[in-house]
């Protein structure tokens, strides 16, 4: 265990690094019940999802632990997932099917950046407000999910978005979820998120919004996996909406992922290594029937628990093989029981605002233009759009056009395509 690694030369113990695995997988579990949940909204069969999205996790982390002997967790990504039903198939009309094969080919190229220098030298280009400003984005996407899926904020014909009924049993199942959940998290008790779930579905129960149905058969196969194993479908390839998914979900995927391991990893030399394994495991995701993979922000759990090496995620990785026979416990989970995590999991992501330097309005305003239009235009893609245009333009306009590396003009350039190309 020490030699494969490397725990003595890190500076940690095989104790430490196992219990740093047991915390982050306590802390991130709960995208079994997520994932499934919100990808089933683009018609996609929740049981095979969810047994894709274990499988996703477990491939995952194994990558990490195994090539990049790295701490990071990958699972597939709260802000990807809504990105591939919301952007991908409702916005540009691909089927779920279509939306796999885009998810498949932007992995590819997310790899190809990773083997060459590009990823190092896109690292170094990139300014630190806009990784940030992204993070911190998403942030605010993930959270007005959970504040829609929870019934606190709906629809409202005069003033486009309300606030909910808040006596209603889905959204008081929500608000009583968000009590319970809030002192544990804040307290700093493990596995805070999934007793907030737990309490949640009970919660649920309690005001007859709760289908136990699926708790009569506890059996598992693997029969119904078939339906989104290798279910890719490239028959959209020569469509505009196809590419522009390819585009745009390559962008997000890499710089979102670039953001997150460069804040996170605890020793900067593996970021490479630990930048192909995620890569991989995006290309892997298509094939299993899963949206995109990405470094888990509860990484930085196990990382707080005294996570240094790849035993870490290889630890965590082993624990989500166990779930799989718990899929129909976890179909009975509410969205309103899993709302207050995304709410949380904003929370916490909006922090990397404190980074950004307000105080330069040319920094200042391209990222408030992520933070605006993410949660606004219901798209990662277009906040980041935005902001990676603005900002070149007012770096040139008050003459600080020496400030953008050349790599930003370019990646300007393809984000004016994606915008063009989406309003062909």
């Known amino acids: 265990m020490n030699k494969l690694f490397n725990i003595q030369k890190e500076k940690t113990s095989v104790r430490t690094e196992i219990l740093a695995g047991l915390t982050a997988f306590m802390t991130v579990a709960y995208i079994i ?14 049981e095979a999802v969810t047994i894709a999205t274990v499988i996703s996790c477990f491939v995952g982390c194994m990558l990490m632990a195994l090539w990049a002997k790295s701490p990071l967790i990958i699972v597939p990504g709260m802000g990807d997932n809504a990105f591939f039903v919301f952007t991908l198939v409702f916005s540009l009309g691909l089927t779920w099917q279509q939306a796999l094969a885009a998810v498949f080919i932007a992995g590819i190229v997310f790899t190809l950046t990773t083997v060459t220098k590009a990823a190092v030298y896109l690292s170094q280009s990139i300014p630190k407000s806009m990784i940030h400003a992204m993070t911190a984005g998403i942030g605010f996407f993930i959270a007005f999910l959970g504040l829609k899926n929870g019934g606190i904020i709906v629809a409202n014909e005069g003033t486009f978005v309300g606030l909910g009924d808040l006596s209603d049993p889905r959204t008081l199942t929500t608000l009583l979820t968000l009590l319970v959940l809030l002192p544990l998290f804040l307290r700093n008790v493990k596995g805070n998120f999934l007793i907030g779930i737990i309490a949640g579905t009970i919660i649920g129960a309690m005001l007859d919004i709760v289908d136990l149905s699926s708790l009569r058969d506890f059996s598992f196969n693997f029969s119904g996996y078939g339906e989104v194993f290798l279910a890719f479908d490239f028959s959209a390839i020569n469509t505009v909406n196809f590419w522009t998914a390819v585009f745009s979900l390559s962008m997000v995927i890499i710089f979102q992922n670039m953001g997150a391991q460069l804040g996170m990893l605890p020793d900067k030399s593996k970021f490479r290594k630990s930048f192909q394994a995620n890569a991989i495991s995006v290309v892997g995701a298509g094939i299993f029937g899963c949206s995109p993979t990405t470094t888990a922000a509860e990484s930085a759990t196990g990382i707080a628990a005294g996570g240094r090496t790849g035993l870490t995620s290889f630890t965590t990785g082993l624990l989500f093989i166990p779930a799989l026979f718990l899929i129909p416990l976890f179909k009975v989970i509410p969205n309103e029981a899993i709302a207050p ?20 309005f040319t920094e200042a305003f391209p990222a408030f233009l992520m933070l605006a239009i993410m949660p606004l235009s219901f798209s990662i893609a277009n906040g980041i759009a935005f902001g990676f245009l603005v900002y070149p333009i007012l770096k040139l306009v008050t003459g600080r056009k020496n400030e953008v590396s050349i790599t930003m003009y370019v990646i300007a350039f393809f984000f004016l395509i994606y915008f063009l190309l989406g309003s062909l």
């Open 33 to 46: 019940a997520v994932n499934g949940a919100i990808l089933s909204s683009a018609g996609m069969p929740y």
């Open 341 to 360: 995590v995304f709410i949380i999991v904003g929370g916490l992501m909006i922090q990397s605002l404190k980074e950004i330097p307000f105080d330069d």
